[in-house]
């Protein structure tokens, strides 16, 4: 039996932690960290996400700034938006929710955020500074998944990680954080020869694919820890929506030494990196260490 990850209690502890971090910083720094989001047009999950990290943000004592945007907004009027908000001291981070309307280029807008400012860490510099191990703002995903791999296995240096899927928010950045922690690292996707068995050499297995339990528990190695990134929304044979991972649980639980469950695994920990990411910008931008 594998012990459960539990990402919901975690990433309650990190809030506790960065709450803690945010009262002080407002004593003895006179200084109330601030996240503005960007969301343009209607897309009901994002409305869902936006919401849940206003109020995230503002449980924690930090400042939350939306600003919802007409999905007809032109190019012009966004950048104008991200560019003030780039000038605006009380904004230590910013993040533009994606996808955005097709008209607008998630690149651009991207990359014209401040990148210190950048607390997505999508930015192409902040892509680059984390590819050479320098300090960067790092993909909440990610970042979570490596938080939880060190709490559950403390040092992860020679371990076998296997990251399936390579995509540029979770599958490579995970690539760099598990090479940064010494790791030997195999990047498997969907052209990927034989990949049961690659998954099979696998020490720790991150499944990023966004494939509903693609990956099953006799590709898992007995005793590896898995931490499984998809959400994914199917139809059960009765009928009724269910949220699952990337991994077959019933399946891969038994097999593996830790797992995260879908859900209450990787997702409550994105919200709470963001918000972590929001702190670190914030210090850094007024030179507290
Ligand atoms: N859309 C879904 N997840 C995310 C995220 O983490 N950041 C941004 N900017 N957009 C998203």
Not at 249 to 256: D, G, H, I, L
């Amino acid at each position: 039996m594998a012990s459960i990850i539990d990402g919901k209690a975690f990433a309650q502890g990190l809030r506790e932690q960065i709450a803690t971090e945010v009262s002080e910083l407002k004593a003895n720094h006179g200084l109330t960290p601030g996240l503005a989001v960007v969301l343009v047009g209607e897309d009901p999950a994002s409305q869902v996400y936006v919401r849940n990290k206003a109020k995230q943000t503002e449980e924690v004592g930090m400042n939350s700034y939306e600003h919802r945007l007409d999905a007809n907004t032109s190019r012009e009027d966004l950048m104008a938006l991200v560019n003030q908000l780039n000038n605006d001291d009380r904004v230590n981070g910013i993040l533009v929710q994606l996808p955005l309307p097709t008209h607008l280029d998630d690149k651009e807008v991207i990359n014209a955020i401040n990148v210190e400012k950048d607390v997505d860490g999508f930015h192409i510099l902040n892509v680059g500074r984390l590819s050479i191990g320098e300090n960067s703002l790092v993909p909440c995903t990610p970042s979570g998944c490596i938080m939880m791999l060190k709490d559950q296995l403390g040092d992860l240096s020679g371990l076998n990680a296997v990251v399936v899927g390579r995509s540029n928010i979770v599958g490579k950045p995970m690539v760099q954080l598990l090479l940064n922690e010494n790791c030997t690292v195999t990047v498997a996707h969907s052209r990927t020869k034989n990949l049961p068995d690659v998954c099979r050499g696998a020490d720790i297995l991150v499944a990023a694919v966004g494939r509903a339990e693609m990956i099953k528990g006799d590709w898992v190695k007995p005793g590896a820890t898995v931490i499984d990134v998809g959400i994914n929304r199917i139809t059960t044979d009765e009928g009724k929506n269910k949220l699952v991972g990337d991994v077959e649980f019933a399946t891969a639980e038994p097999v593996s030494g830790a797992i995260t469950p879908v859900p209450g695994g990787v997702g409550p920990m994105t919200i709470a990196c963001l918000l972590n990411n929001t702190l670190i910008a914030a210090k850094r931008q007024n030179n507290i260490s």
